[in-house]
């Protein structure tokens, strides 16, 4: 039996419903057939509205009944996700990418796996980092105070963590100024990484992560964790390497 669907959705010269384009295409890929209505102007638009009682397009019909908008037909197939669940995903993207690409530049520059391997891993990961907390300084702040130890008693430092990783893991991929980048990174990853470990594993806190700059929703915990004691090795690696 084929199965159809009725999509409505807003289709005008200077604006295209990128919900709609999604909700035409998640009918498509569960089998349904789709009669795709476009709304061509404003007036057609809020008149649509206006005849259904509803606030907002796209709208989907399958059969008589009215599923709603994207988010609805998501809900609808059972796969809609909860927005206030934690998710490590992430940071864990930002640890595989970093991978990626020390391993193409091993394999690329240096024929294969070595010591630089692990060290740009680090820096990568570290920059990335980084670079989410800086497209919101302020909502990172907010957060990290909320658990950092130093963080807390001087809220500066909170405004100057995210450029102080970042400056550390740029450094640190060009094994460059060695003076800044190893008390930087050592100094960050030990704060931090005792600041997590009193918070989740002595007070027992239930919070979220800053680490991916206060956009997801990344419980603070072991992965929290890792990244601040893989500065603190980054850094301690460093020192002592020309000694080896």
Not at 6 to 26: D, N, W
Not at 58 to 70: C, T
Not at 181 to 201: C, D, K, M, Q
Request: glycine residues 8%; positive net charge; charged residues 15%.
């Amino acid at each position: 039996m084929t199965k159809s669907a009725r999509l409505y959705r807003m289709v005008m010269e200077s604006h295209t419903c990128p919900y709609g384009i999604k909700a035409r295409h998640l009918l498509k890929s569960r089998g349904y057939t789709v009669e795709d209505h476009h709304l061509t102007t404003r007036a057609e638009t809020d008149a649509f509205k206006a005849e259904h009682d509803v606030e907002t397009t796209p709208q989907v019909f399958i059969g008589d009944r009215r599923i709603g908008g994207y988010d609805a037909l998501r809900e609808h197939f059972g796969i809609a996700r909860d927005p206030n669940a934690t998710s490590y995903r992430p940071v864990l993207a930002v640890f595989a990418v970093g991978l990626a690409l020390a391993l193409s530049l091993s394999f690329g520059l240096l024929g294969g796996l070595g010591v630089r391997t692990a060290e740009w891993f680090v820096a990568f990961s570290m920059a990335m980092l980084a670079m989410l907390k800086l497209q919101d300084v302020e909502q990172f702040s907010s957060m990290f105070v909320g658990y950092d130890l130093l963080g807390k008693r001087f809220v500066p430092y909170a405004y100057a963590y995210p450029y102080l990783e970042a400056l550390a893991a740029v450094l640190m991929a060009g094994r460059l100024l060695d003076w800044i980048s190893i008390p930087v990174a050592l100094t960050i990853g030990t704060i931090g990484a005792v600041s997590v470990f009193y918070a989740v594993y002595i007070q027992k806190r239930s919070i979220k992560c800053a680490c991916v700059g206060g956009s997801g929703n990344v419980p603070l915990g072991f992965i929290s964790l890792s990244e601040n004691l893989a500065m603190v090795g980054m850094a301690i690696w460093m020192l002592v390497r020309p000694t080896l």
